[in-house]
């Protein structure tokens, strides 16, 4: 059973890691969407000022709530307590994130919550 509980875990911190990767990726191509339509000719001074303002605030939004997942994959892969506990904060947060983060936070719950997924965060003696 412990196997098959490892195999879920190391799922769970890959499917965090590519979450993140996805977020980040996202807050990149909002920021040089947005960044990148402010320099067309011929628009006025305060729409540029906006469109940049917008892409570095959401790019750098969705930019600084990817790194927490990607932390938490990479601690979930290292089997580190911390990690399950990130990721447990996460997975509520993802609840409300419809439909992926929804089914990511559900998993992960289900997965993290159990006595013997706990066992394989405690350190070995």
């Known amino acids: ?12 911190g890959v499917f965090w890691i590519v979450h993140g990767g996805l977020v980040l990726i996202g807050g990149i191509i909002i920021f040089a969407l947005l960044f990148g339509l402010s320099f067309i000719p011929d628009m006025d001074s305060e729409g540029t000022t906006v469109l ?3 892409g570095i ?8 709530l990817s790194v927490p997942k990607i932390i938490a ?6 089997r580190m307590e911390w990690a399950r506990i990130l ?12 439909p992926l983060g929804t089914a990511l936070g559900i998993y992960s719950l289900a997965i993290l919550l159990r006595d013997d997924t706990t066992q394989l965060f405690q350190p070995r003696t």
Do not use: P
Not at 73 to 78: C, D, R, Y
Not at 87 to 98: D, E, H, K, P, W
């Open 1 to 12: 059973m412990e196997n098959k509980m490892e195999k879920h875990v190391h799922l769970l």
């Open 52 to 54: 940049r303002v917008v």
């Open 57 to 64: 605030i959401v790019g750098g939004l969705l930019w600084l």
């Open 73 to 78: 994959g990479v601690g979930l892969l290292k």
């Open 87 to 98: 990721t447990l904060i996460l997975s509520f947060l993802a609840l409300f994130n419809i």
